[in-house]
């Protein structure tokens, strides 16, 4: 897997755990960047070798998917639609 890299993002609100995280999508090659509601600590737990779903059990299925491969939910559909 390559190396994550998750950037915190500062908003003038109440939502403090929103970080950025660029990945490079496993299916296509691009670079796709998405806001993820996380903190530090779940990204430690995740790195140190906690399941997707159990580091971040609030997120999304294709936030998660996001994590692990940097597919995007835009190419998860148009590998879907390929196949049909």
């Given at each position: ?45 995740f790195i140190s070798g906690v ?34």
């Amino acid at each position: 897997m390559e190396q994550l890299e998750f950037v915190p993002k500062l908003f003038n609100s109440h939502k403090s755990n929103i970080m950025l995280l660029t990945r490079t999508s496993q299916l296509s090659g691009k670079q796709h960047t998405m806001d993820l509601a996380i903190t530090e600590e779940q990204i430690d737990n995740f790195i140190s070798g906690v399941k997707v779903q159990d580091a971040f059990p609030h997120l999304k299925p294709h936030e998660r998917e996001f994590i692990l491969t940097g597919m995007t939910p835009e190419e998860w559909d148009d590998l879907v639609s390929f196949g049909e």
